[in-house]
Each structure stands twice: as C-alpha cells, then as structure tokens.
C-alpha cells in the first residue's frame, strides 16, 4: 500500500516470520515511587518517554565486498541504474530513518547518475557505491505487483463493490483521554464522533456494511469484493471496464486498524499445507479457498479490520513510498528503518533465482518490517501474480551506500574525493 503503503500489506504469510526481523528493546519494569513527604502524599515519578525503534544503525553494518569483485554485469545493473535516476529527486531531500546517510551524501553519485551510459550501468555501481551488510544481511523476500481487476467508473449491474477515496473525516488527533506524557510521536488514525469525541475510524467490517455509503466518496465499482480485497493488499492496481478503459488507482491512506495477514489466520486454523482439505499459502491458495466457502472467506477477510483507501493515478507505472513509479523486477519495498529508500540493494544466492540482481528500494509495505526484510514488485499481468503471489525467499542482502558512508559511520571520516572515470 505507497508513504508509502502503511499502504500496501504486502506478503500474505510476512507476520508468521517477522518476529525474527524486528528488534524491540527490552521494556523496564515499574519505578517505584519515591518516599512521600512526611504528611504528604507519594511524588509522582516523571513520565518515561519510551525508547525510538531500532534502526540499522543501531542493530549493527559491517563492510560488504568490494563491489569490483562481484558479477555486477549480469545482475541487470541497466535497469537499476535507471531506477536510480529516478529515486535522485527524492533521496537528496529526503530525511534517512536508517541513520545510514544524509541527502548530500547522495549528490555525487546522483549526479554522475543522470549522464552516465547504460552500458557501463555496473561501472556506474563499482566507481560509486560500497557494499553494506545491516545485521547478518540474511534476507526473506516476497513480492506484490499490479492487480488488473473488473471495475468501472459508475455503479452498474455486475459492478456494485465501492473503491473508495480517502474520506475527510479520517484525521490524526489524540483522544481526550490520552494523558499528556504519553503523547508521543504521531497522533493516532480516527474520526469525531457526532459528540466531538475522538474514536476509531470504522473498520473493514462496517465499511462494507455501509458506513461510507452515499458520501460521493466512489472512485470506482469493482465486480468482485475478494479481488479488490487483493488490491488493497497490494496497495495499487488498475480497474478494467468491459470496453476496455482502464482507471488506474494508487494508495491514498488507510483507515488506521493493524493489518492482519489472512494466510497467517488460515495456517493457524491448519488450513494451509498439502493435505487433504489444505491450501497453498500462496496468494493463490488463499484466493481459492476464499471462492469455495463464500461466507467463511467473507468473515475470513473482515478479520483484516484495516481498509486501503485509494486515488486516481496517471503515468507509466504505480507509484511507491518515494512518489516515483516503481519498475517491474527493479523495485523493492523495505523498512526505512533499516534501509535508506532510494538505495541500491544486491540480492544473492536466493533459493528462487527470480530475486537474484540489483533492485532499488522504493516502496514500504506495512508487512514489511526488520533487517533484510523485502518485497518485491513484479508488475501487472498474469505472470507477476503468479510469481508474486507465490513468492517467498531466502538469501542475502547487501546494501550499497556512497563511498566514505561507512568510514564516516565508524568515526574515522577521512574525506573522500569523487572518483574520476578513466
């Protein structure tokens, strides 16, 4: 789901395995109050303001291997490198959360980036980059593409599912009850309610029960709902009348709720395996015991309280966390906590030789979270939903930072001059 997709949820069956990714401190326990005052009452102790999440510096970056010894020719070095142009605009404005870099760190190789020739796309890497490990760089890998599904502009027969735009009423605001000192960061998703109190904004439940209904709200009408639940998933796609026109829609917001990965629901009710009754936890899987129990798949998906609302999108492809169009088997979604969005990314030795080359990562996922966690995006058609929704792989992971990052990182700094090109 593009800022990017709290956006799209990508991975049906990630939330099984992101336990192992993402590192949370250690919580300490209760303080005790400090002795009160004779004949007067206990003082209360200050409020604890609760530690940031860890980021990759934080969890730990080691040097990776000169990036002139690896096979950089034969890991589509053309096509990352023209995704990269893409990312420059973004990544020389655009805060780190990783706190791997700073946007002038960019500047030389984005400017290189914008002349240097195709046909040297590995040079461009080797002359400009080094390769970073964050954490033990072992990476799991999904994928996500561009759903095509029925719709139309106009509620008619056969097409009665709203795709809704971002409603007005969905704001950010604390509820009155919040104590101060827990008002931390950014302001919970929600509504006000008809008495001026802040409350939940609906869930997916009571949207397709009608809670938005008749605020001229419709972007567009779906024929199936459990097709456009898979679009929400994915966090864009495009909407295809029967004349042919096409509405191609992108992620706007999201209602606020956690998402919850339906794969993971059925897995743990023992519905997914290769035995009698079980499905493929593939998308695939999932889509086909949705269509043989009908009201069970119903109550199955409004278990995903979260809801993806959209707006109408132009240009050559979907647009991603960077407010870039994404590119099939170049762009990657990742956690920008652990990766500088708009950075190259080397998979290797993964056990689907799909995921092997050079991406760019420029899209986040609300599925998507730790160290070497990514999702890969495979474009619109029957192919990508296939090997996207069948995707997952194990690898590795190595990050490509400008050169000098890593040295400035462990405090030696030294200043690096621009390489020339021969």
């Known amino acids: 789901m593009p800022q990017g997709r709290v956006k799209r949820c990508a991975g049906l069956l990630a939330p099984l395995l992101l336990a192992a990714c993402t ?16 004949g007067g009452p206990a003082v209360a102790p200050p409020a604890v303001t609760p530690p940031p999440p860890p980021n990759a510096v934080a969890l730990g970056v080691a040097p990776g291997p000169d ?35 700073r946007p002038d760190d960019w500047r030389p190789a984005c400017s290189a980036a914008a002349t240097w020739p195709a046909t040297d796309a590995a040079g ?20 996500y593409y561009e759903p095509e599904i029925a719709g139309t502009r106009t509620a008619q027969p056969g097409f009665a599912v709203p795709v809704y735009r971002l409603p007005p009423d969905l704001v950010r605001a604390w509820p009155f009850e919040t104590p101060f000192e827990q008002r931390v960061g950014q302001p919970p998703l929600g509504r006000f309610d008809p008495t001026g109190r802040f409350v939940p904004y609906y869930d997916r439940g009571q949207i397709e029960d009608g809670a938005l209904a008749g605020q001229g709200l419709e972007i567009g009408w779906a024929a199936d709902p459990a097709e456009l639940f898979f679009l929400q998933v994915q966090g864009s796609g495009r ?13 706007a917001g999201q209602n606020g709720h956690p998402y919850t990965g339906i794969g993971a629901v059925l897995r743990d009710r023992g519905l997914i395996g290769t035995g009698p009754g079980q499905y493929p936890g593939s998308m695939q899987g999932i889509m086909a015991y949705i269509r043989e129990h009908p009201e069970d798949g119903k109550a199955l998906m409004r278990l995903n309280r979260s809801y993806v609302f959209f707006r109408e999108v132009t240009g050559d492809g979907p647009v991603g966390a960077l407010n870039v169009p994404i590119r099939a088997q170049t762009s990657l979604a990742a956690d920008p906590l652990m990766v500088p969005l708009g950075a190259p990314v080397l998979l290797s030795e993964g056990d689907r030789p799909e995921i092997n080359g050079l991406w760019v990562a420029q899209d986040t996922g609300g599925a998507i979270k730790g160290a070497n966690r990514f999702d890969s995006f495979w474009g619109a058609g029957p192919t990508a939903r296939v090997i996207a929704g069948g995707m997952a792989a194990r690898g590795n992971a190595l990050i490509f930072l400008p050169k000098g990052t890593l040295a400035r990182l462990a405090g030696t700094a030294p200043a690096v001059p621009a390489p020339r090109r021969k």
Do not use: H, K, N
């Open 23 to 38: 590192v949370i401190p250690p919580a300490s326990g209760p303080r005790p109050l400090p002795p009160a005052r004779p």
């Open 67 to 101: 990036l002139a010894t690896l096979p950089l020719a034969g890991l589509r070095p053309a096509a990352a490198l023209r995704t990269f142009q893409e990312s420059c605009r973004a990544l020389l404005v655009r805060t780190d959360q990783s706190g791997l870099t």
């Open 124 to 143: 461009f890497f080797v002359t400009w980059f080094e390769a970073a490990r964050v954490s033990d760089g072992r990476s799991y890998v999904t994928g």
């Open 239 to 251: 909407l295809i009348g029967p004349d042919g026109t096409v509405i191609r829609i992108g992620f």
